[in-house]
């Protein structure tokens, strides 16, 4: 069992920066692959970032490439999501989830997800 915890999000404006984490907890924690999806009202959750365990091998959605940035501390259990350039339409609930295939954007691939952390950028 990954128990996931975001935090991290608020109330930003656009142009503005936030940084997002995810910590995780359970024995084996380091060894999954983690990525970042959001949801915004009335939408379906989309895929934002994943990294791979050993964080060689990153994935981004076309969306937030040049503008987010994912990485990893596996001494600290936590993924981290940097956002930067932050833009009225990034506003959504954000969640972290973990799965041991990969840096994956299908959200059928993750096991286990975390409750989600609220980002709104105003324009």
């Known amino acids: 069992q990954v128990q996931l915890v975001e935090s991290g999000g608020g109330l930003v404006q656009a142009g503005g920066s936030l940084r997002l984490s995810c910590a995780a907890s359970?024995?084996?924690?380091?060894?999954?692959?983690m990525g970042w999806f959001h949801q915004a009202p009335g939408k379906e959750r989309e895929f934002v970032a994943a990294?791979?365990?050993?964080?060689?091998?990153?994935v981004y959605a076309d969306s937030v490439k040049g503008r987010f940035t994912i990485s990893r501390d596996n001494a600290k259990n936590t993924v981290y999501l940097q956002m930067t350039s932050l833009k009225p339409e990034d506003t959504a609930v954000y969640y972290c989830?973990?799965?041991?295939?990969?840096?994956?954007?299908?959200?059928?691939?993750?096991?286990?997800w975390g409750q989600g952390t609220q980002v709104t950028v105003s324009s």
């Open positions: 990294i791979s365990w050993t964080s060689r091998h990153t």
């Open positions: 989830a973990a799965n041991l295939r990969g840096p994956a954007a299908e959200e059928a691939v993750y096991e286990y």
């Open positions: 359970g024995r084996t924690a380091s060894q999954y692959a």
